[in-house]
């Protein structure tokens, strides 16, 4: 029996078997079931940095990556968080699956419900797709991005990271920036720092604003020197370089000119404001490197490492809710 | 075919929009037509060999004219054939229905108007009517044989779902088809704000991470509608009018006397965006379903005259359509079945009078289309609708006659259960006990 990470117990003892049975949005979360999330989460961090990393927790358990848009870093946070809780996880891609011949999602969901999993990881291209595949299947959903909706896992390692590196995630002044309309990372965040007490603010330009945001509870700038004046966190996003063609941005020069963080935007920010990203970052054109990869500002490669503690900490929470049935 | 003895209706509430009559009476059917109506206490003394039929008080109204029905056949008969959407009109109350010409292949010329006909004279249940395209093939760039369509028997033409972007042919229509007495319906949608959109711009779903567009998608093409119109003469059917904003602009063109009707889907007077909820496909329409107050200016509009016509817009989609992340998923639900009880709502909520309602979805229709239905006079054709406003329904996609159960409805607690369907006074269908 592997030893359970330093804190892990008390979290566990004190807290309420979490009360959902999939993982699918941010906003179904409440302040109380976060705070456990993140305290279970912190504790894995310091267990990730052990030479032994392996627990028994979702041991016997298989978990499913089903990930229909490719992805590097979320796929194999989900996969090594999965192992390290001891669960068999295997990878499937729309590559190496019958999705490329035409099977509609609702087939392969019941096909690899067939298959007894317990936990099955989505990523996929459109909307509510996670939803959808939860009202299909018996075991438990995570969403791992589903279009433009929402890739809660995501908002969580970032109120982690914020909360490792702040203290408290209440109070904290976010500015979310670039390419609202298209983000996932963006409305999971909205939704989580909102719940968590954090003043959240999206700059950026008219056309990567989602109309009706201004009803979110958010204050909406469109010009980083105002948006980013007196924040503690910035939080960049990734511009989809197709983004030119339907007229929404004329160019990633101009882009990078008026919407870009450079260390002289930064400059308007709190002082000892840090960055964030959910990456994969396009250099030069939504971030320049100086303040990219300056250790003292950035917490980007900080968020890669919260996001495998984050994730084990959903799957523990989720399959302790198995146990029960 | 041995005709069908003279039947007597007593005891009946008669309901009829000509008339303007909303009020206890009776009814006999004979040769297929409405031989004689009687307001008031009913008939003296019926002679014997007329059947006398007791409606327990229920309402007896003319027959359903839908003017937007949408079936697979030809070309996706999996879907909805004539046959199973006559069956699900026939249980609906719908005793004429206006079939689209967006069809694999579609109803561009005089022969697959005849096509439909002939279909439609074989399954002999409710009456069906083409509409035939506007434009070949349903591109919007060529003419179709509007005249030959016509005397084929088609009632009016349109473009269905497709909208006609080319301004110039848009306005050649309008005009060609009003020389041989021809309405053109087309839905307002302007194709670049509307172009891969779910759901209606708001934040509802920006929250969804839904593709979406403004309302003003429909006034901007309405407005240009209205324009030709005013320009040509012809006349127009708004189809499936939707928006607050458009309904000022058919309120300005219909006060300077521009030759138009608009439409409403029952969907639309029924549900708002919020129906979406998680991501409900059966709830994803086109036009998609709007805000909360459009909804209502809709229900006013209607109250007011402004909108003319209900429509079902029944659009069968099959699961393997509908099951389908939101955005991937078919748009559109059946709704010839549920038309006449949804439609009851608006009398059940006070907001609509029995009549005004009974009227859109009956005279109104049978009028822009010059059809002898839709009304309870004498010589009139007996396509009649019997139906218990008060009886309570529970609707049960599964149960419904369509072959798709893409019902929007589907578990809707709803008013008003069709007792008894007759067209040209054959009882086409009567409820189960």
Redesign the interface.
């Known amino acids: 029996m592997t030893e359970h990470p330093p804190g892990f117990n008390e979290v566990r003892a004190r807290t309420f078997p979490f009360p959902h049975r999939h993982f699918l949005s941010a906003?179904d979360l409440d302040i109380v079931q976060l705070g456990e999330l993140l305290d279970l989460a912190d504790s894995f961090v310091d267990f990730n940095r052990q030479t032994s990393k392996k627990l028994d927790l979702l041991k016997g358990r298989t978990m499913m990556n089903l990930f229909f848009e490719s992805s590097t870093r979320t796929q194999s946070s989900f996969e090594l968080a999965g192992k390290r809780l001891g669960a068999d996880t295997v990878n499937m891609s729309p590559k190496t699956s019958s999705m490329s011949k035409g099977e509609?999602?609702?087939d392969t969901a019941v096909t690899l419900n067939a298959m007894q999993p317990d936990l099955l990881i989505i990523r996929?291209a459109?909307?509510?797709?996670a939803?959808?595949l939860a009202q299909k299947v018996g075991c438990s959903v995570v969403n791992a991005g589903?279009?433009?909706?929402?890739h809660p896992t995501q908002a969580l390692l970032d109120a982690l990271a914020m909360r490792r590196a702040f203290g408290a995630v209440n109070g904290l002044r976010v500015a979310i920036c670039g390419d609202v309309?298209h983000s996932?990372v963006a409305?999971s965040n909205v939704a989580m720092l909102s719940i968590l007490g954090a003043q959240v603010r999206l700059v950026g330009p008219p056309t990567l604003i989602?109309?009706?945001?201004e009803?979110?509870g958010v204050e909406i700038f469109h010009d980083m020197k105002s948006g980013l004046k007196g924040v503690d966190v910035v939080m960049m996003l990734r511009l989809q370089l197709e983004r030119m063609q339907g007229a929404l941005v004329p160019s990633t020069r101009e882009y990078f000119r008026f919407y870009g963080l450079d260390r002289e935007r930064l400059s308007h920010a709190a002082p000892g404001a840090r960055v964030m990203h959910p990456g994969p970052m396009n250099r030069g054109v939504e971030i320049d490197s100086d303040v990219a990869d300056d250790p003292e500002i950035s917490l980007i490669q900080n968020q890669v490492e919260m996001g495998v503690a984050a994730r084990m900490a959903v799957l523990a929470s989720l399959a302790r809710r198995l146990e029960n049935h | 075919m041995a005709r069908p003895q003279p039947t007597a209706f007593v005891n009946a509430r008669l309901v009829d929009p000509e008339s303007r009559y909303d009020g206890p009476g009776a009814l006999v059917v004979a040769e297929g037509v409405i031989a004689d109506v009687s307001k008031g206490k009913g008939f003296k003394d019926l002679s014997a060999d007329i059947r006398v039929v007791d409606c327990n008080g229920a309402m007896l109204a003319p027959g359903l004219v839908d003017l937007r029905v949408k079936t697979g056949e030809p070309g996706a008969e999996p879907k909805e054939t004539l046959k199973s959407a006559a069956l699900a009109a026939a249980a609906g109350g719908v005793t004429s229905m206006v079939v689209q010409p967006d069809t694999h292949p579609a109803v561009d010329d005089p022969a697959m108007v005849d096509f439909i006909l002939r279909r439609a004279r074989d399954i002999e249940l409710v009456h069906v009517y083409p509409a035939g395209a506007a434009t070949r093939d349903l591109k919007g760039e060529q003419l179709a044989e509007i005249g030959l369509m016509r005397d084929a028997g088609c009632v009016y033409v349109t473009d269905g779902d497709n909208s006609i972007v080319d301004s110039r042919v848009f306005r050649r229509i309008l005009a060609y088809a009003n020389s041989f007495g021809m309405l053109l319906a087309h839905r307002p949608a302007d194709p670049w704000l509307t172009r891969g959109a779910a759901a209606t711009?708001?934040?509802?779903?920006?929250?969804?991470?839904?593709?979406?567009a403004?309302p003003a998608a429909e006034l901007i093409m309405l407005e240009r509608d209205l324009a030709l119109a005013e320009l040509t003469g012809g006349r127009l059917l708004v189809d499936q009018i939707t928006t607050a904003g458009a309904l000022d602009a058919l309120r300005r063109a219909k006060a300077r006397g521009v030759r138009v009707h608009a439409s409403v889907s029952i969907n639309h007077l029924s549900f708002n965006e919020l129906d979406i909820g998680?991501?409900r496909t059966f709830a994803k329409l086109d036009p998609p379903l709007r805000a909360e107050s459009d909804r209502q200016a809709l229900i006013d509009a209607l109250a007011e005259g402004l909108i003319d016509i209900v429509v079902s817009a029944h659009a069968p989609a099959p699961a393997?359509d509908k099951?389908?992340?939101?955005?991937?998923a078919a748009p559109g639900s059946v709704g010839l079945e549920t038309l006449l009880a949804a439609l009851l709502s608006l009398f059940h909520d006070e907001r609509i009078s029995l009549l005004d309602l009974i009227r859109s979805v009956t005279l109104a229709p049978a009028e822009l289309l010059g059809l002898q239905t839709g009304r309870l006079a004498p010589g009139a054709p007996a396509d009649l609708v019997l139906c218990d406003i008060n009886a309570p329904v529970v609707v049960d996609a599964d149960r419904l006659r369509s072959k798709s159960k893409n019902s929007a409805f589907d578990g809707r607690r709803l008013q008003g259960q069709v007792l008894m369907t007759l067209v040209d006074g054959r009882v086409v269908y009567r409820a189960p006990q």
């Open positions: 906003a509609t999602l609702i996929h459109s909307s509510g797709a939803a959808l589903d279009g433009q909706h929402e309309a996932r409305r989602p109309p009706g945001a009803d979110w | 711009e708001g934040d509802f779903a920006a929250r969804l991470g839904l593709p979406a403004p998680d991501y393997e099951r389908l992340p939101y955005d991937e």
